[in-house]
């Protein structure tokens, strides 16, 4: 899912750059990295790691400019490799680029197998180096980066919002669909793009709007300006940004996330009530869904399970072991909250269920009498291809099982997922504008071997010029 920023103000950017990436630490966990540029030299620093643990005081002192990318990485395509290390710099024709890419494509294989063929070489195994190589190609073809962003659009296939700064001018730009976040901020002497509002936050900014799907922002010392290139028939927003990914307290295109989650939990309480003594969460993923259900079925809210605040998140650690053996040292069970009580657990969703059965566990030993696991999501059924890590069907519990053979897998009392008719209401938009293929199997993209709805996507060629338009907050 990574998390990516864009900034160009005149007061300087390092020290912003690193408290917004702190802000998205959330959505990668892997790696970090910035890079900026003075006016003459591009200056880089990206390492393994927390933010936090990449960058020291002297580092960001020497990430001198006035524009500036960051970005923080979660795997899902290319190697835990140092090469794959965002954001990636080239130099072009005396031109500074540096590529910071949140997504995942799904013809990568066959763009890459045609730039071997034409005789390119790769020196890394991400996706987001075939983004840059597709705009370096064409902006050298095309003579200028709107052109080339186009072009981009026409050739992708998959999930992006992307930031590019070129020379110290910032473009970002989404995927036709929207499928991956993006929206734009006003900081005190200049502007941004960031993954999730809470970037801009951070940083005291103030949040404008979204990038729109299929629109190119241009941001240099003059301000923004905008350009929408390419328009799809219908949206397909990424519905686990909702259920899981996102901050609760960040704003998606549009929508205040911890509200979804809370309506969430009232429909969980609707569509599966039980009598219990009260109602705890999964934290902190689970906590907005708990509250929720908590006030609609009138059962106090108790925090039975407390968090290690220094962990990170378990869903986004590389393997199925490190995530196991994080559980006890994360989340540690409060007896006296659990002794005879009859519990109501809710959590953001099951994946592989193994976690779950394991926290389980944690409760039924702390004294728990009864545990009813509520889930703020359907049954993921089928692996996601653009940007969330459970990429087969095999690992997924819910996989051609009943919900009531996976209650009996993770031991649970009772189990009840919120059906989709009741997120998407949640969520506040049609279904038609959700990628839902996780819960489905019915993707917004032709996937190779999947069910998809056919969706047109139309290019503005006839406007794709050197010249953007005026931008409307």
């Known amino acids: 899912m990574c998390g990516i920023v864009g900034i160009v103000d005149a007061g300087g950017v390092s020290i912003q750059l690193y408290y917004a990436l702190y802000a998205l630490q959330h959505r990668g966990q892997e790696s970090a990295g910035i890079s900026t ?11 393994s790691g927390l933010v936090a643990d990449v960058f020291s005081p002297s580092v960001l002192s020497d990430l001198k400019g006035t524009a500036g990318v960051g970005h923080v990485r979660y795997p899902t395509t290319g190697s835990n490799l140092p090469e794959n290390i965002q954001p990636l710099n080239f130099q072009f024709q005396e031109h500074f680029i540096s590529v910071a890419h949140n997504g995942n494509l ?24 075939i983004i840059a190589k597709i705009l370096i190609d064409a902006i050298s073809d095309a003579g200028s980066v709107e052109d080339a962003v186009g072009l981009c659009m026409h050739k992708l296939v998959g999930s992006y919002s992307v930031a590019i700064m070129i020379d110290g001018v910032l473009y970002g730009f989404r995927d036709p669909m929207g499928i991956k976040p993006l929206c734009i901020g006003k900081t005190e002497h200049g502007y941004m793009i960031a993954s999730e509002s809470v970037a801009i936050d951070a940083l005291s900014a103030k949040l404008l709007r979204d990038v729109k799907p299929g629109e190119l922002i241009r941001i240099d010392a003059d301000g923004v300006r905008c350009m929408q290139i390419a328009v799809a028939e219908r949206r397909a927003h990424c519905i686990f940004e909702y259920i899981y990914f996102a901050r609760a307290d960040s704003i998606i295109d549009g929508v205040l996330v911890y509200d979804v989650r809370r309506k969430i939990g009232k429909k969980l309480h609707e569509e599966a009530p039980v009598n219990a003594d009260s ?17 609609a079925s009138k059962i106090p809210y108790v925090e039975s399970l407390m968090k290690n605040r220094y962990m990170g998140r378990t869903f986004i650690m590389p393997t199925q072991k490190e995530r196991e053996k994080a559980v006890r040292i994360k989340l540690n069970p409060i007896p006296a909250h659990l002794k005879d009580k009859s519990v109501v657990l809710v959590d953001d969703s099951i994946v592989r269920g193994t976690t779950s059965k394991r926290i389980i566990n944690l409760v039924r030993e702390a004294g728990a009498r009864e545990v009813h696991v509520r889930v703020g999501s359907p049954a993921i059924k089928a692996p996601c291809y653009l940007g969330v890590d459970f990429p087969t069907r095999e690992e997924l519990i819910a996989h051609n099982r009943s919900e009531e053979e996976v209650r009996k ?15 998407v209401e949640a969520i506040g938009f049609g279904g038609e504008s959700l990628c839902t293929g996780c819960l489905t199997g019915c993707y917004p993209l032709p996937i190779d071997g999947e069910k998809a709805k056919a969706c047109q996507i139309n290019f503005t060629d006839d406007t794709i010029q050197s010249k953007l338009g005026s931008f409307e907050a």
């Open 409 to 423: 897998s993770i031991t649970a009392t009772t189990l009840h997922h919120i059906s989709l008719e009741a997120l």
């Open 37 to 47: 540029f003075d006016g003459t030299n591009l200056h880089k620093f990206k390492g």
């Open 279 to 295: 109602v705890g969460a999964l934290p902190d993923s689970g906590t907005a869904y708990a509250i929720g259900y908590a006030e």
């Open 106 to 129: 799904v013809n990568t294989p066959a763009i890459r197998a045609e730039y071997e063929q034409a005789g390119q070489i790769f020196t890394t195994t991400t996706d987001t180096e």
